[in-house]
Structure formats: C-alpha cells, structure tokens
T-cell receptor, first 113, second 109 residues
Framework: DTAVSQTPKYLVTQMGNDKSIKCEQN?????MYWYKQDSKKFLKIMFS???????INETVPNRFSPKSPDKAHLNLHINSLELGDSAVYFC????????????FGQGTRLTVV | RKEVEQDPGPFNVPEGATVAFNCTYS??????FFWYRQDCRKEPKLLMS???SGNEDGRFTAQLNRASQYISLLIRDSKLSDSATYLC??????????FGTGTSLTVIP
C-alpha cells in the first residue's frame, strides 16, 4: 500500500498550459504539503495545509494553488505554466504538530517546453 | 538567511570510513529535527529523528546542540549503499518542514 501517492509521475507540457498534479495519502495525517525541488536539488516548501490553515510560502507565484477536496487529498493546480516551473514536485503529509516526521510521495517530474 | 544550512559536499569516502555531516538552523524556536536520505530520482525518506540527548541507530549517530543550533550525523563503517544525498530537516513552526540543500555522499569501493 502506497502511503503518499501522487500522479502523474511525469508531466511534459507546453508553456501557457494549465495543469494539475494529484496527491493522496492513506496515513490518516492531518497536514499535507507541496514541495518543489529544482535543478540544484534544493527542496523548497510551497504550501502546507490542514483543515484549519493554509500556509503559503510568499515566494510562490499565485499561478500555483492548492486544492483540498478532503483531508486525504491535496492537489496542486498550476496556471499559465512557464519554463521556470520545470522541476520535481513532491507531495508530503504528516500528523499535526511539531514532533512528527513527514512522508513523501514519489514525486512528479514536470517539464515545460 | 536560510532556515537550514548544510555543506553540500560532495563527500567521497572509501568503504569502511567514518564520515560526519553538519547542519545549522536559524530559528531558535525550532522543535524537531531530522535527517532524511534521498537517492537519485527518488523521494526523501526519513533516516532518523534527532533527539536532544543524541541517538544512535546501528552505524548512524545523530546529535543536536540547541545552544549552538547545530545538528550532526555520523556514519561509521561506510557501505557502498550509503551513497546518497543526506538532508538536514528542521520543523521550525509546527507543520513547516525546512530542508537544507543536502550533502552528497559517494562511498568508493
């Protein structure tokens, strides 16, 4: 059983398109996240979300928006894709609180051409 | 200033060597600390949590120094399978996991 699963694994799309990446977790976690890993391999938090609060990294363009239909899902929508959006996007989840680890999905490799 | 700073390496060590990675964090209110491992083209996976008293798991020892805001990971008797990127992670404000840039380790036969 995959704990955190995201689809698709690979996504190639043209500039200007709108795309979504789906994420689901079956761990019963309260909080989900989206991270971006760029070509230099740095993992940067984009969003964290639980039922109470959406925390947005202020450097994330508003073309990116998280959508959570329920506690087990946090999808990432990207509008008007740009070349610089090419990266690996990781979904993660954890229990709420400070003393808990995060579990990651296998990543979505997005290439904008 | 970055939340978490790590020496990116790379570290190239022979099998059997002992290698240490260091990490500093900027938020003194940070509450939990971790080392993750990331293999090429894979997701990060938890290697070990870091407790105030220091903790050991087989060949791996993690230490935390809150006064200096410093975390370390020691790997003894390195194996070829230890080759990966090691990520220092700090949960700074509850539900905010901040990653260091990662330290690349290659263990050479």
């Amino acid at each position: 059983d995959t704990a955190v699963s995201q689809t698709p694994k690979y996504l190639v799309t043209q500039m200007g398109n709108d795309k979504s990446i789906k994420c689901e977790q079956n761990l019963g976690h309260d909080t989900m996240y989206w991270y971006k890993q760029d070509s230099k391999k740095f993992l940067k938090i984009m969003f964290s979300y639980n039922n109470k609060e959406l925390i947005i990294n202020e450097t994330v363009p508003n073309r990116f928006s998280p959508k959570s239909p329920d506690k087990a899902h946090l999808n990432l929508h990207i509008n008007s894709l740009e070349l610089g959006d090419s990266a690996v996007y990781f979904c993660a989840s954890s229990h709420e609180g400070s003393y808990t680890e995060a579990f990651f999905g296998q990543g979505t490799r997005l290439t904008v051409v | 200033r970055k939340e978490v700073e790590q020496d990116p390496g790379p570290f190239n060590v022979p099998e059997g060597a002992t290698v240490a990675f260091n990490c500093t964090y900027s938020n003194s209110a940070s509450q939990s600390f971790f080392w993750y491992r990331q293999d090429c083209r894979k997701e990060p996976k938890l290697l070990m949590s870091v407790y105030s008293s220091g903790n050991e798991d087989g060949r791996f020892t993690a230490q935390l120094n809150r006064a200096s805001q410093y975390i370390s990971l020691l790997i003894r008797d390195s194996k070829l399978s230890d080759s990966a990127t090691y990520l220092c992670v700090v949960n700074a404000r509850g539900n905010q996991f901040y990653f260091g840039t990662g330290t690349s380790l290659t263990v050479i036969p």
